[in-house]
Each structure stands twice: as structure tokens, then as C-alpha cells.
């Protein structure tokens, strides 16, 4: 007869593991001998060499009691189901090393890829990394708070970038970005108004704002949008000269004379 550590031994495990197995009942704990100690046969090593197997198999050890039990055709239903249960696992497990190496360029932290793909097209063009981590966040409170709307949002700033002048905005920004945060310089803030504006008064005239209200339309969210740039000397700057040619807003741009909406604003 075997003591607990020559069983285990024999099974390929540690006594700590068939300590374990006793206590989730999957071993029958023997009757101690009249030293006081248990003592185990060849039954017991078989049954555990095919829990060890069971388990290492990745069958969870809440199931292995059943396919311990189990006649031919339950084994195979079980082995199946148990199957497609760890494929679905390894699947999930993929997706999850895909979002952690996406995660590397930390673009890609809440928020889906259309928007990681807009950042990289922006990044190409000469931005700047603090205003690609400033629309990152921005992006990140539109994709929760839109998330049905996300993509189309996503296909409308690509669009974007395809205009020249949008182009040069960000550039502008960037070179903003890059100075001194505390000195507004007049000429590159007059260049971005006045590019600005231009692209608001063409959506007026081809009739996109009523698109442009529906697209938002969470007055307090666009507050909340608005307050991760309002303040800032050069959005201050910005929106005065804005202001003086007939537009106010920041996230929702709309004219001083009226309620209805024009395109956002790069942020």
C-alpha cells in the first residue's frame, strides 16, 4: 500500500494537489491505518493519473467528477462541448492580445479603430503628440457617449482631412501647440479663424447644419466637450475672432444670429 506522497509521485502530481482533490471530493479520502495514516492501492493511482490528465487537458475540475463517471457517448458529448467551451476561450484570449499590442501607441485605450486610423492619418500630417493625445480624449468621451454613431463620425473627419484648409488648420494648432502655451501669436490665430470660418459659411450654404444638430444632440455633453479646451489662451483668441465674424461655439459652432448649428470645430 502507498502513503499520500509515494501516490502522489506515481500520478505525476504534488501531495498538495490530492490534498485538494480530497477536499473537493473528487478523491475518496482511504481509511487511515492503525498507525493513523492513509494509506492508498493502484485504483487510486489510476483514478488520479486520469483526473491529472482531465485537468491538465483544461477540463475545469467542476467537470471532471462527470467525465469521471461518465459512459462512452456522455464522455465524447461532454469532451465536445468542454471543446468548443476552450476554443471560444482562446478566441477571446486573441482578441485580448490584440487590444494589449494595440494598446502600445496608447491610442488605442477606449476607443474603437476607426478612431485609432483618423489619429494616424492626423499624426502624419506633422500634429504634434499633445494634440493627438487632446483629440485622443476628446474621442474617447464621443465614442462612449455615440457609440452607434462613432464610425460615421470617423468617416466624416477623414473626409475632413481630405480639404486642404483642414489640413493647414491642424497645422497651425500644432505650431500653436509646440510655442509657448501662454503667448496667443495674432498671425497664426487670425490664419486658423479665417480658415474656419470659410469652411462654416460653405456648410451654411450647402445646408449641412440641420445634419449637424442631429449628430449631437446632448447639450450638456457638448459643455463637456467644450470644457477640454475652452480657457486655453489661443481657443480664447480663437473664439473672438470667431465671434467677430458672425460665429459662436466651439464643439457645436453656430451663427451669433441664429440657433441653427454649423459643423464642430477641430479640437
Known amino acids: 500500500m502507498l502513503t499520500i506522497g509515494q501516490l502522489a509521485s506515481y ?13 473537493v471530493g473528487l478523491m475518496p479520502e482511504p481509511e487511515r491505518d492503525a498507525s493513523g495514516y492513509r494509506t492508498y492501492g493502484a485504483d487510486d493511482v489510476v ?67 476607426e478612431v485609432t486610423d483618423y489619429l494616424d492619418r492626423v499624426r502624419a500630417i506633422g500634429v504634434p503628440e499633445p494634440l493627438i493625445a487632446a483629440e485622443r480624449d476628446a474621442w474617447i468621451l464621443v465614442a462612449a457617449r455615440y ?16 480639404d486642404p484648409r483642414t489640413v493647414r488648420f491642424y497645422q497651425l494648432v500644432g505650431r500653436m501647440v509646440s510655442g509657448d502655451e501662454e503667448v496667443v501669436q495674432e498671425d497664426l490665430v487670425v490664419e486658423m479663424a479665417d480658415l474656419l470660418v470659410e469652411m ?9 447644419l440641420e445634419q449637424q444638430d442631429l449628430d449631437m444632440d446632448d447639450s450638456a455633453f457638448v459643455q463637456l466637450l467644450d470644457s477640454m479646451a475652452v480657457g486655453h489662451p489661443t481657443v480664447v483668441r ?16 453656430e451663427r451669433a444670429d441664429s440657433a441653427s448649428p454649423a459643423p464642430r470645430a477641430s479640437r
Open 11 to 23: 500520478a505525476g502530481v504534488t501531495i498538495r494537489a490530492v490534498r485538494h482533490y480530497h477536499q
Open 200 to 208: 462654416f459659411e460653405e456648410a451654411a450654404a450647402s445646408g449641412q
Open 47 to 113: 483514478r488520479l493519473i486520469r483526473i491529472r490528465t482531465l485537468a491538465e487537458a483544461g477540463v475545469p475540475l467542476a467537470r471532471v467528477q462527470q467525465l469521471l463517471d461518465a459512459d462512452v457517448t456522455t464522455f465524447s458529448e461532454a469532451t465536445d462541448q468542454i471543446d468548443r467551451e476552450l476554443r471560444a476561450q482562446i478566441r477571446e484570449l486573441q482578441e485580448h492580445r490584440r487590444r494589449i499590442a494595440q494598446l502600445a501607441s496608447g491610442d488605442s485605450l477606449a476607443v474603437p479603430d
Open 147 to 162: 457609440p452607434d454613431q462613432i464610425v460615421a463620425f470617423m468617416e466624416d473627419k477623414v473626409h475632413q482631412l481630405e
Open 238 to 253: 480663437l473664439q473672438e475672432l470667431i465671434a467677430e465674424r458672425g460665429w459662436t461655439g466651439w464643439t457645436r459652432i
